[in-house]
């Protein structure tokens, strides 16, 4: 990378935060578009726009801070002059493309390299939007007709060097310190005093020139940045404001007329200190009405929580260890040699470490556990931006997007979701004339919907359009050889299910989101990567649904472990439907041999785990050994073993590189004898 962007930590800081901040000005314009216009997020926009350009130009991105600072200068002249004729719909295209473009070289930096990617078009575009504004008329505010005031005249700009005062206000002084090596402190320090402005008046800070002067930062670094202001608000609703606050190390805040400053109570974090007891109020006579102390500290403790950000490669490292923590809890609490003997001391305390692993392992898992609503609510610029382009209408509709799932699937599953959202506008949604012909609103609607069931979590992705067609698909499946004749037998879930194959396309035309028959089974493929099924449920004229599994985490999961002659193996508890014993009347056998099970009517394929995995000294007779059925994705097999030893929780391990193609195989785990048991991929083995 070149030296002029070395700049770590201060470079992951700048990638953290613009990330943060383009995804908010994303939402804003998405939401904008829904409520009618951005006539009352100008303010938003202008703010985020403003702290992108000053970041980046900190970080001498040049660019970036350029193309930020022409989007600010359109929503500068919207806040000031008010015009009354905008085209926010193109407003809104062009800060989108404007995200776009900040997110593709925010990306270039996080990945080691640096923005090289030419932005002047766009820029030009933004400058062009600008002036034709300026050209088209007057405002509709008392200034109309006037050109927007410069930056320092601007009531955004706080203006320095004001006597705060007056009317009744009560006047505060407050001394702000920002976290260490958090970067940009005039910037920070400038958008502290711009978010006071909501509950303050008269408003002096020092130092004073932050915004034209670079080198403030480093005197706000080592002397802190001093506020002066007025407000009728009370002492308690400053603190909360402060206490809001992001990247501060400790505040001072105090009456101008109050006899001696307190001194911060806790350096690492915000500390607001109201009046002493006693000490006279700014107005009125002297009264002591805070509760007492005992009070405030409880009262203080539970109204504030504090928040870290964490690595994730550190989170994986800490999990990791948790598993092996839990592997050698049952190592020791399950060692065999402790088999018989009257250790009542030493079981008692084994049920102590037990809770207390069980309890580190669950509170791990949640530090893990990320809400869906990130990976969600970017489905909306999908839906927008392809309705648009398709000349379609539709509405996306999220439920249940609190609900949490293992960042690492969420970082597996946000691709396969963007293309079932494509394919359900695409394929799915008809045009207005025709949904109007079938007597449906012209807005279609798409349902993305989560939640939890047991140890999975289920996706729904919903559509209200024209279904998929079943003699369409079965004379696909019949040209591709997937079956050889038309099968009546065929169920619908069965049929619909060949859109899952490579290369299988319903689409009569190519176009620029579908048609080549790529897609759907790359979906499937990176769904079964986390452990995931999907299957696909439609109505011909009224919809399809794509129905997604998949685990909460990949770490840690309950597994039933079997035993095939030497050989122990570990099924996991969500595939299982049911274990019994082998009647005689329900084994029957078809015509070529094959061996298979009537349970209620229905005609399930037996499956000898010794025969698949070839162990040596497993038991061969069906009526002696046990049964386990599993289902997947709406099959179901039974798996012959020999017995059952019991069920537990497993740490689930990446398989040696030198066994990794082995099939049916999705890892190992260690048990607590110190054995190793290979844990069986039973979406492999039904489609085996």
Same mark, same amino acid.
């Given at each position: 990378?070149?030296?002029?962007?070395?700049?770590?930590?201060?470079?992951?800081?700048?990638?953290?935060?613009?990330?943060?901040?383009?995804?908010?000005?994303?939402?804003?314009?998405?939401?904008?578009?829904?409520?009618?216009?951005?006539?009352?997020?100008?303010?938003?926009?202008?703010?985020?726009?403003?702290?992108?350009?000053?970041?980046?130009?900190?970080?001498?991105?040049?660019?970036?801070?350029?193309?930020?600072?022409?989007?600010?200068?359109?929503?500068?002249?919207?806040?000031?002059?008010?015009?009354?004729?905008?085209?926010?719909?193109?407003?809104?295209?062009?800060?989108?493309?404007?995200?776009?473009?900040?997110?593709?070289?925010?990306?270039?930096?996080?990945?080691?390299?640096?923005?090289?990617?030419?932005?002047?078009?766009?820029?030009?575009?933004?400058?062009?939007?600008?002036?034709?504004?300026?050209?088209?008329?007057?405002?509709?505010?008392?200034?109309?007709?006037? &050109?927007?005031?410069?930056?320092?005249?601007?009531?955004?700009?706080?203006? @320095?060097?004001?006597?705060?005062?007056?009317?009744?206000?009560?006047?505060?002084?407050?001394?702000?310190?920002?976290?260490?090596?958090?970067?940009?402190?005039?910037?920070?320090?400038?958008?502290?005093?711009?978010?006071?402005?909501?509950?303050?008046?008269?408003?002096?800070?020092? @130092?004073?020139?932050?915004?034209?002067?670079?080198?403030?930062?480093?005197?706000?670094?080592?002397?802190?940045?001093?506020?002066?202001?007025?407000?009728?608000?009370?002492?308690?609703?400053?603190?909360?404001?402060?206490?809001? &606050?992001?990247?501060?190390?400790?505040?001072?805040?105090?009456?101008?007329?109050?006899?001696?400053?307190?001194?911060?109570?806790?350096?690492?974090?915000?500390?607001?200190?109201?009046?002493?007891?006693?000490?006279?109020?700014?107005? !009125?006579?002297?009264?002591?009405?805070?509760?007492?102390?005992?009070?405030?500290?409880?009262?203080?403790?539970?109204?504030?929580?504090?928040?870290?950000?964490?690595?994730?490669?550190?989170?994986?490292?800490?999990?990791?260890?948790?598993?092996?923590?839990?592997?050698?809890?049952?190592?020791?609490?399950?060692?065999?040699?402790?088999?018989?003997? @009257?250790?009542?001391?030493?079981?008692?305390?084994?049920?102590?470490?037990?809770?207390?692993?069980?309890?580190?392992?669950?509170?791990?898992?949640?530090?893990?556990?990320? @809400?869906?609503?990130? /990976?969600?609510?970017?489905?909306?610029?999908?839906?927008?931006?392809?309705?648009?382009?398709?000349?379609?209408?539709?509405?996306?509709?999220?439920?249940?997007?609190?609900?949490?799932?293992?960042?690492?699937?969420?970082?597996?599953?946000?691709?396969?979701?963007?293309?079932?959202?494509?394919?359900?506008?695409?394929?799915?949604?008809?045009?207005?004339?025709?949904?109007?012909?079938? !007597?449906?609103?012209?807005?279609?609607?798409?349902?993305?919907?989560?939640?939890?069931?047991?140890?999975?979590?289920?996706?729904?992705?919903?559509?209200?359009?024209?279904?998929?067609?079943?003699?369409?698909?079965?004379?696909?499946?019949?040209?591709?050889?997937?079956? /050889?004749?038309?099968?009546?037998?065929? *169920?619908?879930?069965?049929?619909?299910?060949?859109?899952?194959?490579?290369?299988?396309?319903?689409?009569?035309?190519? /176009?620029?989101?579908?048609?080549?028959?790529?897609?759907?089974?790359?979906?499937?493929?990176?769904?079964?990567?986390?452990?995931?099924?999907?299957?696909?449920?439609?109505?011909?004229?009224?919809?399809? *649904?794509?129905?997604?599994?998949?685990?909460?985490?990949?770490?840690? $999961?309950?597994?039933?472990?079997?035993?095939?002659?030497?050989?122990?193996? *570990?099924?996991?508890?969500?595939?299982?439907?049911?274990?019994?014993?082998?009647?005689?009347?329900?084994?029957?056998?078809?015509?070529?041999?094959?061996?298979?099970?009537?349970?209620?009517?229905?005609?399930?394929?037996?499956?000898?785990?010794?025969?698949?995995?070839?162990?040596?000294?497993?038991?061969?007779?069906?009526?002696?050994?046990?049964?386990?059925?599993?289902? /997947?994705?709406?099959?179901?097999?039974?798996?012959?073993?020999?017995?059952?030893?019991?069920?537990?929780? $497993?740490?689930?391990? &990446?398989?040696?590189?030198?066994?990794?193609?082995?099939?049916?195989?999705?890892?190992?785990?260690?048990? !607590?004898?110190?054995?190793?048991?290979?844990?069986?991929?039973?979406?492999?083995?039904?489609?085996?």
């Amino acid at each position: 990378m070149n030296d002029q962007y070395s700049k770590a930590p201060m470079l992951d800081l700048f990638v953290f935060e613009t990330n943060q901040l383009l995804e908010q000005l994303e939402h804003i314009i998405l939401d904008s578009e829904k409520s009618g216009g951005l006539e009352s997020f100008i303010d938003e926009v202008f703010r985020i726009m403003h702290t992108i350009k000053g970041s980046a130009a900190m970080m001498l991105f040049d660019d970036i801070s350029s193309l930020a600072h022409s989007a600010e200068d359109v929503f500068f002249y919207l806040r000031e002059v008010k015009p009354a004729e905008v085209n926010y719909s193109e407003l809104a295209d062009l800060i989108l493309n404007v995200v776009d473009y900040i997110k593709g070289e925010v990306a270039q930096v996080e990945n080691g390299g640096s923005p090289v990617t030419d932005c002047s078009e766009l820029n030009e575009l933004i400058r062009a939007f600008l002036s034709a504004l300026k050209a088209s008329g007057p405002g509709t505010d008392d200034r109309a007709g006037s &050109a927007a005031k410069s930056p320092a005249e601007c009531q955004y700009y706080i203006g @320095p060097r004001r006597s705060p005062g007056g009317d009744g206000k009560s006047v505060y002084e407050a001394l702000v310190y920002f976290d260490e090596d958090c970067g940009m402190e005039n910037i920070r320090a400038f958008t502290l005093a711009h978010e006071l402005s909501q509950i303050a008046a008269d408003i002096d800070y020092s @130092p004073a020139d932050i915004l034209e002067n670079d080198s403030t930062a480093e005197s706000i670094r080592r002397e802190g940045f001093k506020i002066v202001f007025a407000s009728e608000n009370t002492l308690e609703t400053i603190q909360a404001f402060f206490d809001k &606050a992001m990247f501060l190390k400790e505040v001072r805040i105090n009456p101008v007329n109050r006899a001696e400053p307190v001194k911060p109570k806790d350096k690492k974090t915000i500390s607001l200190d109201g009046p002493v007891p006693n000490a006279a109020p700014p107005c !009125g006579p002297a009264a002591d009405t805070r509760p007492p102390a005992a009070e405030q500290k409880g009262e203080q403790r539970g109204e504030k929580r504090s928040f870290i950000s964490v690595d994730v490669a550190k989170m994986d490292m800490l999990m990791d260890l948790v598993g092996e923590l839990v592997i050698a809890e049952a190592m020791v609490t399950q060692n065999p040699e402790l088999q018989g003997l @009257p250790l009542d001391k030493f079981f008692k305390s084994a049920r102590q470490l037990t809770k207390i692993t069980g309890e580190l392992q669950d509170i791990v898992m949640s530090i893990r556990m990320v @809400p869906l609503a990130a /990976t969600f609510h970017k489905m909306n610029r999908i839906v927008r931006d392809m309705v648009r382009k398709l000349n379609k209408q539709a509405e996306l509709e999220i439920i249940g997007d609190e609900t949490e799932v293992d960042k690492n699937i969420i970082e597996h599953i946000s691709d396969p979701l963007m293309h079932l959202i494509r394919n359900a506008v695409d394929h799915g949604i008809e045009s207005p004339e025709e949904r109007a012909a079938k !007597g449906k609103p012209a807005a279609g609607k798409i349902r993305l919907e989560a939640k939890n069931a047991g140890g999975d979590v289920w996706i729904l992705v919903q559509d209200d359009g024209g279904g998929l067609n079943r003699e369409k698909i079965l004379k696909k499946a019949l040209e591709r050889g997937l079956i /050889t004749r038309e099968d009546s037998s065929l *169920t619908d879930k069965q049929v619909y299910s060949f859109i899952l194959q490579p290369g299988f396309s319903t689409k009569d035309t190519v /176009t620029e989101f579908s048609g080549r028959g790529v897609g759907m089974d790359v979906v499937a493929k990176n769904i079964e990567k986390v452990g995931g099924t999907i299957s696909v449920d439609s109505v011909e004229g009224s919809g399809t *649904t794509m129905s997604v599994r998949i685990p909460l985490t990949l770490a840690i $999961v309950e597994g039933m472990t079997v035993k095939v002659g030497q050989a122990v193996y *570990t099924i996991p508890i969500v595939a299982i439907k049911e274990s019994f014993r082998l009647k005689e009347q329900n084994l029957i056998k078809d015509t070529d041999g094959n061996e298979m099970i009537m349970i209620r009517g229905q005609c399930y394929p037996v499956l000898r785990l010794s025969e698949r995995f070839r162990s040596q000294g497993a038991v061969t007779d069906l009526y002696e050994g046990i049964m386990i059925m599993v289902e /997947t994705d709406g099959k179901s097999l039974c798996l012959f073993a020999d017995a059952l030893l019991g069920q537990q929780q $497993v740490v689930v391990k &990446a398989l040696p590189r030198y066994i990794k193609k082995t099939k049916d195989i999705a890892g190992c785990t260690l048990l !607590g004898d110190g054995s190793v048991s290979l844990i069986l991929d039973v979406a492999g083995l039904v489609r085996t």
